[in-house]
């Protein structure tokens, strides 16, 4: 059958297994409009904002795991999906973004709506590709899919000229597999490196498991359980990694890094031998490199090779899949005698009597941490969520104790404001049967506004929470600070009423101002199982995220709640971020 | 240190462009690059000269390795090489210290390959720092206009990329 070319691309993301699209049409793109509307196996999520597009197509893929689709038109269309695929490239998410492009004769010619796609895109996708003939869409799209999904995950973005899409060809059959000569990752990890580690493993007294964002996106986290319960070691998990081991277990030492736990980040200080899994060593989880984990040898376990001594020089590197490696390591751990740790655990028990995470109540004001433990306790900790970036974000990773992988949704890597709710609303339309819970705050909440329109036309209810407290808090609590409290742009005056702003957007406004509301705020927005909800939950705005490691700071500079409130300007290293 | 590294690669658009800017996006620093097609028409080979520390150069390696149309990757210095670089540079007349054009042609063991307007044009080729030397040998002001392929090499005897 003669098939035009954008039918044959509909037809390629039917066979991949594609059932929602997220996406803005346009010029560029009409022919392949005309081809979704013809079909009824892919669902087309009509967002507001291409960037929506993109952060839906992400929380889609992270809550479920597969990959998110996008598709955009040309000019305009796919530049306003960069930041959403940045996001993605940052947390290794896998994503295939298809963007219409001019025709190819008037490539070049700064014709209307022409943007060079590839060239933009190009630093933050894993891989793309510009289709220059109707007979290679097929296998682009294989190709696209096999390296977004494989190795370690990312975007691929697509460009299609739009006579690429009007031309017409005999229809052939979609590869099943392909083969790329030039991409072939390593997924088995290496005996030889496996024995030596093991070999670490038993002989460290004092040793601490770091998980990050590898083990959920590998679903690793049933191998990472395994192991972390047959050695008996401390674990402590990143910002994308919560919920791989569950945080509610005694083995836990909960988040580490700029925002973690005393404990977790003590013990990383302290440790003989620290174990990363899928985590990549970033400048939030070791502060000052110069003094990080001074007594430790380094076990990292990665699938991207450019990971390992990127930042700190591994020991003992272990390329491959998370899943793949702890499974090795299991097996090669089995019957082997660990260490004596005893001594460790009671000196992290010590540390952990500290209760970094205590904060002291006022009367008359809402804690934002109390807003996410209530929020904990009403959805019984099962709930997906998502959250935006800044202090909720850090509150809700501190205090909702994530016992499942891909509970936790967010925009860690890039941080991006604006991600939760489009995030939401992908992973509703990915896991129908979940709660959602959008953490977010005032200002946050404002870059991705538009989509509660989105969230309506395709029945998505999430509960959104803003922690509304007037301030870009981060912001504020940096130039309290570091900054002598000069409070730079970081106040929001004339705010919206989100209560009627959700109204006229067709969903439950509720204002939360009393401690008292709170609770049964919460549940009765949960009880709303039809609707999105706007929790509009006005909080101290004088609050602020501890612990804190100072950007420079090492591990064990950690400023307390109620100990330290202040560091003094010289302290402060301005050349980290 | 300064290293030569060598990369096969997909003939394809947009391939050099990805190795560059992976350069820049990186800080990574770049002295020459060339590139061309190889016996296999749908393969190119890169040679990169860059510097910097043995870690900045394991990353090096490991981003091109990572660019997904990279076949493959070989930091050429580590081994046993030949590293060659050509120049086309244009001369007016004599060299410096009197030394005669000719001669100093015979003594680099370069050719002259165009004469006109009284400018001579000559082929230089060989490592680095003998066209720097040759470059060195000359007045300043006599020369005209240089052209540099940078440094294009290969492994010796039976090992491959």
Same mark, same amino acid.
């Given at each position: 059958?003669?098939?035009?070319?954008?039918?044959?691309?509909?037809?390629?993301?039917?066979?991949?297994?594609?059932?929602?699209?997220?996406?803005?049409?346009?010029?560029?793109?009409?022919?392949?409009?005309?081809?979704?509307?013809?079909?009824?196996?892919?669902?087309?999520?009509?967002?507001?904002?291409?960037?929506?597009?993109?952060?839906?197509?992400?929380?889609?893929?992270?809550?479920?795991?597969?990959?998110?689709?996008?598709?955009?038109?040309?000019?305009?269309?796919?530049?306003?999906?960069?930041?959403?695929?940045?996001?993605?490239?940052?947390?290794?998410?896998?994503?295939?973004?298809?963007?219409?492009?001019?025709?190819? /004769?008037?490539?070049?010619?700064?014709?209307?709506?022409?943007?060079?796609?590839?060239?933009?895109?190009?630093?933050?996708?894993?891989?793309?590709?510009?289709?220059?003939?109707?007979?290679?869409?097929?296998?682009?799209?294989? $190709?696209?899919?096999?390296?977004?999904?494989?190795?370690?995950?990312?975007?691929?973005?697509?460009?299609?000229? $739009?006579?690429?899409?009007?031309?017409?060809?005999?229809?052939?059959?979609?590869?099943?597999?392909?083969?790329?000569?030039?991409?072939?990752?390593?997924?088995?990890?290496?005996?030889?490196?496996?024995?030596?580690?093991?070999?670490?493993?038993? $002989?460290?007294?004092?040793?601490?498991?770091?998980?990050?964002?590898?083990?959920?996106?590998?679903?690793?986290?049933?191998?990472?359980?395994?192991?972390?319960?047959?050695?008996?070691?401390?674990?402590?998990?990143?910002?994308?990694?919560?919920?791989?081991?569950?945080?509610?277990?005694?083995?836990?030492?909960?988040?580490?890094?700029?925002?973690?736990?005393?404990?977790?980040?003590?013990?990383?200080?302290?440790?003989?031998?620290?174990?990363?899994?899928?985590?990549?060593?970033?400048?939030?989880?070791?502060?000052?490199?110069?003094?990080?984990?001074?007594?430790?040898?380094?076990?990292?376990?990665?699938?991207? /090779?450019?990971?390992?001594?990127?930042?700190?020089?591994?020991?003992?590197?272990?390329?491959?899949?998370?899943?793949?490696?702890?499974?090795?390591?299991?097996?090669?751990?089995?019957?082997?005698?660990?260490?004596?740790?005893?001594?460790?655990?009671?000196?992290?028990?010590?540390?952990?009597?500290?209760?970094?995470?205590?904060?002291?109540?006022?009367?008359?004001?809402?804690? /934002?941490?109390?807003?996410?433990?209530?929020?904990?306790?009403?959805?019984?900790? $099962?709930?997906?969520?998502?959250?935006?970036?800044?202090?909720?974000?850090?509150?809700?990773?501190?205090?909702?104790?994530?016992?499942?992988?891909?509970?936790?949704?967010?925009?860690?890597?890039?941080?991006?404001?604006?991600?939760?709710?489009?995030?939401?609303?992908?992973?509703?339309?990915?896991?129908?049967?979940?709660?959602?819970?959008?953490?977010?705050?005032?200002?946050?909440?404002?870059?991705?506004?538009?989509?509660?329109?989105?969230?309506?036309?395709?029945?998505?209810?999430?509960?959104?929470?803003?922690?509304?407290?007037?301030?870009?808090?981060?912001?504020?609590?940096?130039?309290?600070?570091?900054?002598?409290?000069?409070?730079?742009?970081?106040?929001?005056?004339?705010?919206?009423?989100?209560?009627?702003?959700?109204?006229?957007?067709?969903?439950?406004?509720?204002?939360?101002?009393?401690?008292?509301?709170?609770? /049964?705020?919460?549940?009765?927005?949960?009880?709303?199982?039809?609707?999105?909800?706007?929790?509009?939950?006005?909080?101290?705005?004088?609050?602020?995220?501890?612990?804190?490691?100072?950007?420079?700071?090492?591990?064990?500079?950690?400023?307390?709640?109620?100990?330290?409130?202040?560091?003094?300007?010289?302290?402060?290293?301005?050349?980290?971020? | 240190?300064?290293?030569?590294?060598?990369?096969?690669?997909?003939?394809?658009?947009?391939?050099?462009?990805?190795?560059?800017?992976?350069?820049?996006?990186?800080?990574?620093?770049?002295?020459?690059?060339?590139?061309?097609?190889?016996?296999?028409?749908?393969?190119?080979?890169?040679?990169?000269?860059?510097?910097?520390?043995?870690?900045?150069?394991?990353?090096?390696?490991?981003?091109?390795?990572?660019?997904?149309?990279?076949?493959?990757?070989?930091?050429?210095?580590?081994?046993?090489?030949?590293?060659?670089?050509?120049?086309?540079?244009?001369?007016?007349?004599?060299?410096?210290?009197?030394?005669?054009?000719?001669?100093?042609?015979?003594?680099?063991?370069?050719?002259?390959?165009?004469?006109?307007?009284?400018?001579?044009?000559?082929?230089?080729?060989?490592?680095?720092?003998?066209?720097?030397?040759?470059?060195?040998?000359?007045?300043?002001?006599?020369?005209?206009?240089?052209?540099?392929?940078?440094?294009?090499?290969?492994?010796?005897?039976?090992?491959?990329?």
């Amino acid at each position: 059958m003669e098939l035009n070319g954008a039918e044959i691309l509909v037809d390629c993301l039917q066979k991949e297994g594609v059932d929602h699209v997220f996406g803005y049409p346009g010029g560029a793109v009409l022919h392949i409009y005309d081809a979704i509307e013809a079909q009824d196996k892919i669902t087309h999520v009509l967002v507001r904002h291409e960037q929506g597009a993109a952060h839906g197509a992400d929380g889609y893929a992270r809550a479920n795991g597969k990959p998110g689709v996008v598709l955009v038109t040309s000019g305009p269309g796919i530049t306003n999906a960069v930041t959403g695929i940045a996001t993605a490239h940052m947390d290794s998410i896998p994503m295939v973004v298809i963007s219409g492009q001019v025709p190819s /004769p008037l490539i070049g010619m700064d014709a209307f709506q022409e943007v060079d796609a590839t060239g933009i895109t190009r630093s933050c996708v894993k891989h793309n590709f510009l289709v220059r003939d109707i007979k290679d869409i097929a296998t682009t799209v294989k $190709k696209a899919f096999h390296i977004a999904t494989t190795g370690r995950p990312g975007p691929v973005v697509i460009d299609i000229p $739009k006579d690429i899409t009007i031309a017409k060809m005999e229809q052939e059959e979609y590869p099943e597999s392909i083969e790329i000569r030039s991409y072939k990752p390593t997924t088995k990890p290496s005996n030889r490196q496996i024995r030596k580690a093991a070999e670490l493993i038993t $002989k460290s007294k004092k040793p601490i498991l770091y998980a990050g964002g590898g083990c959920v996106i590998g679903n690793a986290s049933e191998e990472l359980r395994e192991f972390t319960r047959m050695l008996g070691f401390p674990i402590t998990q990143t910002l994308m990694g919560l919920g791989a081991y569950p945080m509610t277990d005694k083995q836990s030492l909960g988040m580490l890094g700029m925002h973690g736990t005393y404990e977790a980040n003590m013990a990383m200080h302290g440790s003989d031998c620290v174990v990363a899994i899928g985590a990549r060593f970033d400048d939030r989880i070791t502060g000052n490199l110069a003094k990080f984990c001074p007594t430790a040898k380094f076990i990292h376990i990665d699938i991207d /090779p450019s990971q390992i001594s990127k930042n700190v020089v591994a020991d003992i590197p272990i390329v491959g899949q998370t899943a793949q490696v702890l499974q090795a390591l299991i097996a090669e751990l089995k019957d082997k005698d660990l260490s004596d740790i005893s001594k460790w655990w009671s000196q992290i028990e010590e540390w952990r009597k500290v209760d970094s995470l205590a904060y002291k109540k006022s009367p008359g004001v809402i804690k /934002p941490q109390s807003v996410i433990e209530a929020l904990y306790e009403v959805t019984e900790g $099962k709930a997906i969520v998502t959250s935006d970036v800044g202090q909720h974000q850090m509150w809700a990773a501190q205090y909702y104790l994530f016992d499942e992988p891909r509970q936790w949704i967010n925009s860690g890597g890039l941080g991006t404001m604006g991600f939760g709710l489009p995030a939401a609303m992908g992973a509703k339309l990915a896991m129908p049967e979940k709660d959602i819970a959008c953490v977010t705050g005032e200002g946050s909440i404002q870059m991705m506004l538009q989509e509660l329109s989105t969230m309506l036309q395709y029945a998505t209810p999430v509960k959104i929470i803003n922690l509304n407290n007037g301030y870009l808090g981060m912001v504020r609590q940096w130039q309290e600070f570091f900054y002598e409290k000069r409070y730079a742009m970081s106040y929001m005056d004339a705010l919206p009423d989100f209560i009627k702003l959700a109204e006229s957007y067709g969903h439950l406004g509720i204002k939360v101002d009393k401690e008292e509301d709170l609770k /049964p705020a919460l549940i009765e927005a949960f009880k709303q199982k039809d609707r999105t909800v706007f929790l509009d939950i006005i909080t101290d705005p004088s609050e602020n995220v501890f612990p804190m490691i100072p950007a420079g700071g090492a591990h064990c500079d950690m400023l307390l709640a109620g100990r330290d409130e202040m560091v003094s300007k010289d302290e402060t290293d301005f050349n980290a971020v | 240190m300064r290293h030569i590294i060598s990369v096969i690669l997909e003939d394809e658009a947009g391939a050099l462009s990805r190795v560059s800017g992976l350069f820049t996006q990186r800080g990574f620093n770049i002295e020459s690059l060339t590139v061309a097609q190889t016996t296999d028409p749908t393969l190119s080979r890169m040679t990169i000269v860059s510097s910097g520390s043995e870690r900045v150069l394991e990353q090096i390696v490991k981003q091109l390795n990572k660019l997904i149309e990279v076949v493959k990757v070989t930091d050429l210095t580590s081994q046993d090489h030949v590293e060659r670089e050509l120049m086309l540079a244009k001369i007016s007349s004599t060299s410096k210290e009197g030394v005669d054009l000719k001669e100093l042609v015979e003594i680099f063991g370069c050719k002259v390959v165009d004469v006109k307007d009284k400018i001579y044009t000559i082929e230089v080729s060989g490592k680095t720092k003998k066209i720097n030397a040759f470059l060195d040998a000359i007045e300043p002001s006599n020369i005209i206009e240089i052209s540099r392929t940078g440094v294009t090499g290969i492994s010796r005897g039976k090992k491959l990329i």
